[in-house]
């Protein structure tokens, strides 16, 4: 497991083992399926358990994976609703590291 997102934030880990993105306490997670031999980080599901809701942690998960799919070269495929419909929208810069095929995203 690995430290994504440093001080000042939720300490955000990547489970490897478990293909999750997850808080320190793992009931906040981010999961995924690698795609195309490894180079495509699908994100399928984010799950914030109730008492845990409205503190952004669903952000902080997105950010540890986009960020982890650009310093590994790795596309992203937002398959999960929040990303694909409330994260990307607001953050549009993000956009740039969507999978893309033939130019047209593939979502």
Not at 86 to 107: A, C, D, M, R
Request: proline share 6%; aromatic share 10%; net charge neutral.
């Amino acid at each position: 497991m690995a430290n994504i997102v440093g001080s000042g934030s939720p300490m955000i880990v990547w489970n490897e083992g478990t293909k999750r993105f997850e808080t320190e306490d793992k009931k906040a997670y981010l999961e995924y399926v690698l795609r195309d031999n490894g180079k495509v980080l699908d994100l399928v599901h984010t799950f914030v358990p109730p008492s845990k809701r409205g503190l952004g942690l669903a952000s902080h998960l997105t950010l540890a994976a986009f960020n982890h799919a650009t310093s590994h070269s790795l596309s992203v495929i937002p398959t999960c609703s929040y990303i694909s419909e409330t994260f990307l929208p607001k953050n549009p810069s993000w956009n740039s590291v969507v999978y893309k095929e033939s130019g047209q995203s593939h979502i």
